[in-house]
């Protein structure tokens, strides 16, 4: 399995970016794709995350305070996709960010994590 994560750039605060990321390979579900982020000096912390439930319907988001109300996870299941929507950037949202997914790519596998290469996101202030 890999995920390809795409989106990043130099943008100045207030600005809009949208992140994606692709997985691939032998998956049978993806119980969970998220982003999670990594500044300089500073620990990877969850950005957010949307996790299957039974149905579609069911899936569930959580997002980090420091986001909540500005960025929006959204996934195609038909791509194996999951993308960032992130408004209002501010510098302090300044990092690199990685594409995260829980695959299971049989029926007893309860899931495995893959991670995919950062993206930078840059927002100037």
């Known amino acids: 399995v890999q995920l390809q994560a795409s989106g990043g750039g130099l943008v100045q605060a207030g600005a809009s970016l949208r992140l994606s990321c692709t997985a691939s390979?032998?998956?049978?579900?993806?119980?969970?794709m998220g982003w999670y982020r990594q500044a300089p000096g500073k620990q990877r912390e969850l950005v957010a995350k949307?996790?299957?439930?039974?149905?579609?319907?069911?899936?569930?988001?959580n997002y980090a305070d420091s986001v909540k109300g500005r960025f929006t996870i959204f996934r195609d299941n038909t791509k194996n996709s999951v993308y960032l929507q992130m408004n209002s950037l501010k510098p302090e949202d300044t990092a690199d960010y990685y594409c995260?997914?829980?695959?299971?790519?049989?029926?007893?596998?309860?899931?495995?994590?893959?991670w995919g290469k950062g993206t930078l996101v840059t927002v100037s202030s």
């Open positions: 390979g032998s998956i049978l579900r993806l119980n969970a």
């Open positions: 949307i996790t299957s439930g039974t149905m579609l319907s069911d899936d569930s988001t």
């Open positions: 995260y997914a829980d695959i299971s790519d049989s029926p007893w596998d309860y899931g495995t994590d893959y």
